[in-house]
């Protein structure tokens, strides 16, 4: 097993406890560069947009116990907004179009009342439609899916002016809800994968458009078998993990508890069990060949970083962890980065994290490589194994033999 010393981050100040899906790395203000947006549970939301600075560029405060925040195109015009939601149904939409670029408070645009006890969310044209919305999962077994239509206000709650979220569909499951993911078939057909106890998920797909245009979700089967020693375990999943090729982001990683699974079109690929207990679970480019890898994180911040053949580095945070998020984020250009808050208020976010391979190297196998100067590589050919060993011990420690 090979362990990681990450060492380049970006320190940021940021007071009270969170939940682990109140924390997102997304393109809020649609410049091209991802922020990073958290709530804690006593109302208070940060978005950090400067890396020379410890300091949230945005915030708002009073605004409940916040359990959820995310961004996507929920207006449907081609640019992100951000919603936090709170465990009493406080839906609060802001959209950053005319916002100042000045560092300073921000207001929402948009306060709606929906259901309460949400605990994730997630923004997306499943329907491929142009139709994008709104799905919650709430702690009491349901998903339930809300479309923005502008100039209505409507049972899910008023608005401030100008909109409100018009009520679509609500599915009910039989465990609980871990988290909600958005991936695809083998096909390239989009869907919504819902984690379910025991390392399972079910998939909600999308059905042909009716009379107006508009398409429903049908809920499919359980995917997989719960796992025999814990099966009514919480799950993690992050679906949509790309193997670098052109081909449809097909895989699918699961975590629960101490276990990992990955699945590609629904078939278990693996299975890797390891001594922690896992609360969270990502995908970023990490590699060299430009697919995702698995990223877990457990609540002592040991964190795991699996390809897709197994192959896995671990890196260990320095405190207890909070909450955990792998993604994108810069100042110039959004780079792989892993971020980690603690409950000593502070959030770390390590970048310049990328590597060449999951697998062990050694000099006798670099020295082959395609980036070794011409010269050098026709010296070390004239030589045996046995010669160029003893010569990279010289070279190295000045060894003999």
Request: hydrophobic share 35%; glycine share 10%.
């Amino acid at each position: 097993m090979c362990s990681l010393s990450f060492v380049d981050r970006i320190e940021l100040e940021f007071s009270g406890n969170h939940f682990s899906h109140a924390l997102c790395l997304e393109d809020v203000d649609n410049d091209g560069l991802n922020e990073l947006a958290i709530g804690n549970v006593t109302g208070t939301l940060a978005v950090f947009k400067d890396v020379d600075s410890s300091k949230p560029w945005k915030s708002c405060c009073d605004l409940g116990n916040l359990t959820c925040v995310g961004a996507g195109d929920l207006f449907n015009n081609s640019k992100n907004i951000l919603i936090a939601i709170s465990a009493e149904g406080d839906c609060y939409i802001f959209d950053f179009a005319d916002v100042s670029k000045e560092v300073g408070a921000i207001t929402p645009q948009y306060l709606l009342q929906i259901t309460p006890n949400v605990k994730v969310i997630q923004i997306v044209d499943l329907g491929c439609c142009g139709q994008h919305e709104l799905y919650v999962g709430l702690t009491d077994r349901t998903v339930t899916s809300y479309r923005w239509q502008q100039g209505t206000s409507t049972d899910a709650g008023k608005s401030n002016g100008g909109g409100g979220l018009v009520l679509q569909q609500s599915f009910h499951f039989v465990g609980q809800i871990g988290s909600l993911s958005v991936g695809y078939t083998s096909g390239g057909d989009k869907r919504l994968l819902v984690s379910q106890p025991g390392g399972t998920y079910i998939p909600l797909c999308a059905e042909a458009p009716d009379n107006d245009g508009m398409g429903k979700m049908s809920q499919l089967m359980t995917v997989g078998n719960p796992m025999r020693s814990q099966p009514e375990a919480p799950t993690e999943i992050v679906a949509g993990i790309s193997d670098g090729s052109d081909s449809p982001a097909s895989a699918v990683a699961i975590a629960s508890l101490d276990c990992i699974r990955f699945l590609n079109d629904d078939q278990k690929q693996w299975e890797l069990c390891l001594e922690h207990t896992f609360f969270t679970v990502g995908k970023l480019k990490i590699l060299a060949n430009g697919g995702d890898s698995v990223v877990v994180c457990s609540w002592d911040g040991l964190t795991y970083i699996v390809d897709h053949n197994k192959a896995f580095v671990r890196f260990q945070f320095e405190e207890n962890v909070c909450a955990f998020c792998a993604g994108y984020y810069g100042a110039d250009t959004n780079k792989s980065c892993l971020v980690y808050t603690t409950f000593s208020n502070r959030i770390l976010i390590y970048h310049s994290i990328e590597l060449h391979s999951m697998l062990p190297s050694n000099l006798l196998s670099a020295m082959t490589e395609e980036d070794v100067p011409q010269p050098v590589k026709q010296q070390l050919n004239k030589m045996d194994a046995l010669e160029r060993r003893k010569l990279f011990s010289r070279c190295l420690y000045g060894a003999n033999d």
